[in-house]
């Protein structure tokens, strides 16, 4: 494993996953995006805390992941 660049990743303690942390998300570059996936692939999950994203800023995000499945079970939020 190398080290990130332009991120910091500090592992969570019993194999939960990791914090990524230096991250706005409203705003990441492509060499941030490149790290984040890469922090996701080597610890199963990761978190972000403290971001404050608009329902929009929300869904471009996910997006960016994958194509965005709408669960049928429940109750959409409108927009």
């Known amino acids: 494993m190398t080290a990130y660049e ?6 969570m303690t019993g194999g939960c996953g990791a914090e990524v ?6 705003a990441l570059t492509n060499r941030q995006w490149d790290e984040v996936r890469r922090a ?6 990761v978190f972000f805390r403290d971001q404050k994203l608009t329902p929009e800023q929300h869904i471009e995000f996910a997006r960016r992941w994958n194509p965005i499945d709408v669960n049928r079970f429940f109750k959409s939020v409108p927009g």
């Open 21 to 26: 942390l230096g991250v706005d998300l409203k």
């Open 6 to 11: 332009t991120i910091t990743v500090r592992r």
């Open 40 to 45: 996701f692939a080597e610890n199963g999950v």
